[in-house]
Nanobody, 125 residues
Framework: QVQLVESGGGLVQAGGSLRLSCAASGRTFIIYRMGWFRQAPGKEREFVATISWSGGSTYYADSVRGRFIISGDNAKNTMYLQMNSLKPEDTAVYYC??????????????????WGQGTQVTVSS
């Protein structure tokens, strides 16, 4: 199995930046792709960004493209999400996720087999 632990959340003013980290442990060699999702109060969990673990290709939700940057460090088994120009609507619990297989829709929740516990990001106006 794979264990995922997020860190780096917090409170920031609109226009500010935060960097989230996701540390993977366990059978990390089975990871094909990793991603970030978020869930605001009263809303569905939604896709934010994803990165393929071997090739490094990335894909973003329209709402964050140009503001957020996803990256990974295979040697450290750690994924990052650099969040810039934050808006109050970015406020949510952010979850790290990992998928074992490719050839699945990259923005779909069922694609991902393992999930972290989440970290709160709050953006004040």
């Amino acid at each position: 199995q794979v264990q995922l632990v997020e860190s780096g959340g917090g409170l920031v003013q609109a226009g500010g930046s935060l960097r989230l980290s996701c540390a993977a442990s366990g059978r990390t060699f089975i990871i094909y792709r990793m991603g970030w999702f978020r869930q605001a109060p009263g809303k569905e969990r939604e896709f934010v960004a994803t990165i393929s673990w071997s090739g490094g290709s990335t894909y973003y939700a329209d709402s964050v493209r140009g503001r957020f940057i996803i990256s990974g460090d295979n040697a450290k088994n750690t994924m990052y999400l650099q969040m810039n120009s934050l808006k109050p609507e970015d406020t949510a619990v952010y979850y790290c996720a990992a998928a074992r297989l490719g050839e699945r829709p990259v923005s779909s929740r069922p694609t991902y087999d393992y999930w972290g516990q989440g970290t709160q990001v709050t953006v004040s106006s």
